[in-house]
């Protein structure tokens, strides 16, 4: 099993209609993260704090939809998060957000994680926002420490982050326990580090997203690959990332202690995320449709 852990919440996106009419979609970096998963096909379950609001029920009515184990779901009466994404013409996305009271940030660190957990994803805003930030960085710590791959999405949002010098600290100071590092090159350029200062911190492999350029890793190990990203027709880049982290655990979770093959496990991200691409708002693909 691969649990994933972290906010689940509403992207309030542009609309087809009067100008500035938005729609709700279920969103979050780790929610779409676990809703990938689950329809590649892959056994997960969703750690997360979700609101009783209504549009809590329908976050978590999405990811048992994708058959999901909501088992490690905390609720609570606050209300659900709200992202509001603004599209750039290139259909990249920038975000505002309403976080202030908001169920997710109240996450406790849980019990023992179920006994076939093999993997830990952690990313975006749960670890910005406190108090559940520590808990998140708890339970990283933690299950590094049982032995699980771990993958860490700092997906930066900085219009979150008050203190940006504490949190590149903290940032720093999660390395020692995250197996593999995804990031994006903004991601990256707002961090300032090197890759080889990272990989030397901890990770066994850096994974770096380029937008239409495709994806590159490093390794511990000295190796260096990249693929290039498939040519689409772009709605907007909205999950895309996320459905990234899914993929990348898809196959690393399964190797068993295997030699990994990069070159076809950045290929299928690639190919995953860029069907992501082709639809508005966070829809990551089945695994049927990446058997062509």
């Known amino acids: 099993m691969i ?6 919440l509403i992207d309030l996106v542009p609309a087809a209609g009067p100008p500035g009419a938005l729609v709700p979609r279920p969103g979050g970096g780790p929610y779409n993260t676990a809703l990938a998963l689950g329809r590649l ?3 997960v379950a969703f750690c997360s704090r ?4 209504g549009f809590g029920e329908s976050l978590l009515a999405g990811l ?7 088992s490690l779901v905390q609720r609570g009466p ?3 998060t709200l992202a509001v994404p603004s599209l750039a013409p290139d259909g990249s996305a920038a975000y505002g957000f309403y976080v202030e009271g908001t169920a997710d940030r109240l996450f406790t660190l849980p019990g023992a994680l179920p006994s076939g957990a093999r993997a830990l994803a952690l990313g975006t805003c749960s670890l910005v926002l406190e108090p559940g930030a520590s808990a998140y960085e708890a339970l990283l710590r933690r299950e590094s420490a049982r032995g699980l791959l771990t993958l860490l999405d700092p997906n930066i949002r900085p219009a979150l982050i008050a203190d940006p010098a504490a949190y590149r600290a903290r940032f720093l100071g999660w390395l020692p326990s995250v197996g593999v590092l995804k990031l994006s090159e903004e991601d990256a350029a707002w961090l300032g580090g090197r890759v080889e200062d990272w990989l030397a911190a901890g990770p066994s492999a850096v994974v770096l997203t380029r937008g239409a350029a495709g994806l590159t890793v490093w390794t511990r ?6 693929v290039t ?6 709605a907007d880049t909205i999950g895309a990332g996320d459905t990234v982290n899914a993929a ?9 202690g295997a030699p990994v093959d990069w070159p076809e496990v950045l290929a299928y991200a690639a190919h995953a995320a860029a069907l992501t691409c082709t639809r508005a708002g966070a829809e990551p693909p089945y695994a049927a449709q990446l058997s062509g």
């Open 41 to 43: 096909g892959a056994e």
């Open 64 to 70: 048992r939809a994708a058959g999901v184990d909501l």
């Open 3 to 8: 649990v994933v852990g972290g906010e689940a």
């Open 221 to 226: 190990d000295g190796e260096r690959c990249s």
């Open 50 to 53: 979700v609101s009783a609001d």
């Open 78 to 80: 606050e209300p659900t």
């Open 229 to 234: 990203a498939r040519r689409v027709t772009v």
């Open 248 to 256: 990348l655990l898809h196959r690393l979770s399964g190797a068993a």
